[in-house]
């Protein structure tokens, strides 16, 4: 499964790559987050992994985030795993004046009981793709008034 989801910030490209990199962010818009723990490699660089811990309307779920690149302020990707899930995010930043339009692509790989389920699933994905980068936007946002 793949698919692409964009938000337009009102703010400069510099600011919002900067919030969306500092992981101390990350609990203040993805609420669902419980833990972050870095596991290898150099922080912030290509290679580098971490253990994010959300609750998913109770139930705990374990990815695995491995940076594979980040050439901020344009561009950053990373894939996630979790059981059954493989997922690799490319993350695109556009300069437009005063604002930023976040381009993100998700593609998607399933195994096991997830490939059952990912075909009942798919809007579910994209939904919450959808709410994390608007949750992003209005942090971001709020953060400089």
Do not use: C
């Amino acid at each position: 499964m793949k698919y692409e989801t964009e938000v337009t910030i009102h703010l400069p490209r510099e600011r919002v790559v900067t919030l969306l990199d500092d992981p101390n962010n990350l609990s203040k818009w993805q609420p669902a987050l419980r833990s972050v723990e870095h596991i290898e490699g150099e922080v912030a660089q290509p290679g580098s992994k971490t253990r994010l811990v959300y609750d998913m309307r109770g139930r705990e779920v374990v990815m695995i985030e491995t940076i594979v690149s980040h050439n901020l302020p344009d561009e950053m990707s990373f894939t996630f795993e979790a059981d059954g899930v493989h997922n690799m995010v490319q993350n695109t930043f556009y300069a437009e004046g005063e604002h930023t339009r976040w381009v993100m692509e998700n593609q998607f790989q399933f195994s096991g009981f997830m490939q059952v389920m990912s075909l009942f699933m798919g809007g579910a994905f994209r939904k919450q793709t959808r709410e994390d980068m608007e949750r992003f936007k209005e942090f971001a946002e709020a953060a400089d008034m």
